[in-house]
């Protein structure tokens, strides 16, 4: 196994605190990997709101805007793993600086651009960007933190900030796009990014192995190419339908070199992501629930939206304004989360959280088409937040643990390429349920029919990812006091 070493500097002296204990370093630690995770949260729903608009400034035709969206996606989800296992290897601290550079970088020619061409060179740069500092953050962070309850606890604070930046990009695209300029939308991250640049060299310390290992090419070509033909198929069946060719043709090569990728792991004499790795229970499953919990939250925010829109007339800034529920139930449950994993076992909370949401998803096919029903909207989107968020952090928690320091870049970089999938796939196949239900009838009473069978789809979804955790998924209890 490979070890690792610290510089011996006083700035990344060694943390030799109990494992209990939120030191002040910690305590900042803590605050600046924070800042960055939300800042790409914010960073990945900031423009949906601003793309008419911004396809309009440029020249984008309407069947290439899309590609704004999809550029970043296809970069973000198809590197992730690949720099998940880099950052094992340079230094989590190092790509992590890189990365927001890259970012910054790109966010400021992004909102300096003058045609289709630059704007699209920029949106893969962030896209590249987010692949390499989500996982080498999410690194930093259970490397920081010892295995239990503080570490618990920061994930629960990362969960509960990505989906509020989430929510809050929604809403801040909007406002800028209305009252500046949809430029905004990518200076915002700039000084943002050097706020971070310029505390975490101070605050963060990095980690290096005493021998560096060779990088397994064939299996970082394999699995990035195979996650870009998987995201590219996903993204285009969400545009095109789920017969068109291409989009299958894409789906179909993205399996293959997937297996391909499990096949050269099993014979890698260092690989990407070693085989037993893959076979670990608690990987396997705390995946599979990580990917359920964003396919179905993500995609229900997509059909509440054609609710809200196509059934009860509202404004897309009143239909985003709506979903500030939601992003408060998402932080409560993530400020929650560790001290519900700390009483009753991680299983019982990943179990706690699905069904959780799975109920308050359900109660949302009763929906009707009067504005009366907006309240029981408010109430059911945000105890499935709650929900929804105590099964993220149990998956984080549950796919992380148990595996050495070394391993946490790969580890992460596995979890959040789950994420980066369940976000990207949530949406298309919500919608093919939802449009196959709605039929040819486009009036309100369709859409209302149309959205009702996805939402049952969703929380039956949900319910099964409960049951998975209650089989599969181990009891361990975090038994620890915070401090």
Known sequence: MTTYTTPDTAALAV??????????????????????????????????VALPVIGKGLGFSLANLQWIVTAFALAAAGFTLLFGRVADIVGRRRLFLVGLAVLGGASLLGGLSTDPLMLMIARVAQGLATAAVTPAGLALLTSSFPEGPLRDKALGLNGALMSAGFTTGAILGGVLTDLLSWRWAFFINVPVALAVLLLAPAVIRESRPDERPKLDVPGAISVTAGLLALVYGLTTAGDKGWGDPLALGALAVGVLLLIAFYAIESRAAAPLVPVRVLKRRSVIFGNIQGLIAFVTETSLVFLMTLYLQKVLGFSPLAAGLS????????????????????RIGTRATLITGGVLQAVATASLATLGESHGWLGLLLVATFAGGVGNMLAIVGFMVTATSGL????????????????????????PIMSAIATAGIGAASTSHAVLHGVSVAVIVNSAIVLAGAVLSGIFVGTAKRKKELV
């Not at 030799?16 to 960073?43: E, H, I, K, S, Y």
């Not at 408060?328 to 929650?336: N, R």
């Not at 050495?404 to 949406?427: F, S």
Request: no cysteine.
């Open 15 to 48: 943390d030799t605190a109990p494992d209990n204990v939120m030191t002040g370093r910690r305590r900042l630690t803590l605050v600046v990997l924070l800042a960055a995770q939300f800042m790409l949260a914010v960073d990945f729903s900031i423009l949906n």
């Open 323 to 342: 979903f500030g529920v939601l992003g408060v139930g998402t932080i409560v449950g993530g400020v929650a989360a560790a001290r519900v994993i700390a």
């Open 404 to 427: 050495p320091d070394d391993e946490q870049g790969m580890a992460t970089g596995l979890a959040t390429m789950t994420q980066q999938i369940g976000i990207t796939m949530g949406t």
